[in-house]
């Protein structure tokens, strides 16, 4: 009986050896180059892991190719920045639920010496217009991403459609804001970027932010997460659970800090309808 006892409890203890670990939790996030270079993004759900022992992955592309991207089903969630490409990709079903996160502002970069002379113009349509009579060398990203869908959109509201030689669709624009602002420093260009690249490259760079401030230039950044109709596989409670914590006061708290110590003003603005019902003026 006791030579029995033993096989058995032999036995078990294989048995238990051999049992699978439990699966963490994992969250996949597709989102937008500037948040996660900036550092933004990263910091944000290294917090929400720590908090609930979700794990978090993340890739980063321009917004064009993340919703691209997210179209498959091999993300639960993305962060993207241009209006007009969310919309459309909540209403073809691959995405619901879109919520605004966080804001900052595109500015017009250029040369100190700013042969265009667009310095301290108010209007950014008159300031496009200038530029291109002016026919200076001007960078595109030309790769759908939120920037670009930005820019091209100021063009249009200026009544311009960039052509000629002083226009570059620069074939490197998918490599990001950070590459493209090192790209436009090198040729001494101008170009459309947001505000918190250039802040994290300033002391690297000598262009400039030349015009700025114009309400066409907000930059909104949202999350949407992946339609779990459409995907029933994706990790839709991960999903909704960052998204509830993301708009609000911790994270939002987050936002609003992020930045200050290192450049003197933050990088983004929180930007939740939470936090803006809370905190108006």
Same mark, same amino acid.
């Given at each position: 009986?006791?030579?029995?006892?033993?096989?058995?409890?032999?036995?078990?203890?294989?048995?238990?050896?051999?049992?699978?670990?439990?699966?963490?939790?994992?969250?996949?996030?597709?989102?937008?180059?500037?948040?996660?270079?900036?550092?933004?993004?990263?910091?944000?759900?290294?917090?929400?892991?720590?908090?609930?022992?979700?794990?978090?992955?993340?890739?980063?592309?321009?917004?064009?190719?993340?919703?691209?991207?997210?179209?498959?089903?091999?993300? @639960?969630? +993305?962060? &993207?920045?241009?209006?007009?490409?969310? #919309?459309?990709?909540?209403?073809?079903?691959?995405? *619901?639920? $879109?919520?605004?996160?966080?804001?900052?502002?595109?500015?017009?970069?250029?040369?100190?010496?700013?042969?265009?002379?667009?310095?301290?113009?108010?209007?950014?349509?008159?300031?496009?217009?200038?530029?291109?009579?002016?026919?200076?060398?001007?960078?595109?990203?030309?790769?759908?991403?939120?920037?670009?869908?930005?820019?091209?959109?100021?063009?249009?509201?200026?009544?311009?459609?960039?052509?000629?030689?002083?226009?570059?669709?620069?074939?490197?624009?998918?490599?990001?804001?950070?590459?493209?602002?090192?790209?436009?420093?090198?040729?001494?260009?101008?170009?459309?970027?947001?505000?918190?690249?250039?802040?994290?490259?300033? @002391?690297? +760079?000598? &262009?400039?932010?030349?015009?700025?401030? #114009?309400?066409?230039?907000?930059?909104?950044?949202? *999350?949407? $997460?992946?339609?779990?109709?459409?995907?029933?596989?994706?990790?839709?409670?991960?999903?909704?659970?960052?998204?509830?914590?993301?708009?609000?006061?911790?994270?939002?708290?987050?936002?609003?800090?992020?930045?200050?110590?290192?450049?003197?003003?933050?990088?983004?603005?929180?930007?939740?309808?939470?936090?803006?019902?809370?905190?108006?003026?």
């Amino acid at each position: 009986m006791n030579f029995l006892r033993f096989v058995v409890m032999a036995a078990m203890s294989v048995s238990l050896c051999v049992l699978p670990a439990q699966a963490a939790e994992t969250l996949r996030i597709s989102s937008t180059i500037g948040p996660v270079d900036a550092g933004m993004l990263p910091l944000l759900a290294d917090t929400f892991s720590k908090k609930t022992g979700i794990e978090i992955t993340m890739e980063k592309a321009g917004t064009g190719k993340t919703l691209k991207k997210a179209e498959s089903g091999s993300f @639960d969630l +993305v962060m &993207v920045h241009a209006r007009k490409l969310e #919309d459309a990709f909540c209403a073809a079903g691959f995405g *619901i639920d $879109r919520r605004d996160v966080m804001y900052n502002d595109f500015v017009i970069l250029g040369p100190k010496n700013d042969p265009a002379g667009v310095k301290g113009m108010k209007k950014v349509t008159e300031a496009m217009a200038k530029l291109a009579a002016a026919k200076v060398h001007f960078v595109s990203r030309a790769d759908k991403s939120g920037t670009n869908v930005k820019e091209m959109e100021l063009w249009q509201a200026a009544g311009i459609t960039p052509s000629g030689d002083w226009y570059e669709k620069w074939e490197g624009g998918s490599k990001g804001n950070k590459a493209t602002t090192l790209y436009v420093n090198e040729k001494q260009a101008y170009t459309l970027m947001d505000r918190a690249t250039w802040l994290t490259l300033k @002391d690297q +760079v000598s &262009v400039v932010p030349l015009m700025e401030a #114009d309400p066409l230039m907000l930059n909104l950044i949202a *999350i949407i $997460r992946v339609n779990p109709e459409k995907f029933p596989s994706i990790h839709k409670d991960e999903a909704l659970k960052f998204a509830d914590w993301v708009v609000g006061d911790e994270a939002q708290i987050l936002i609003r800090d992020f930045g200050k110590d290192k450049y003197g003003q933050p990088l983004f603005f929180p930007n939740s309808d939470q936090w803006n019902a809370k905190n108006k003026k």
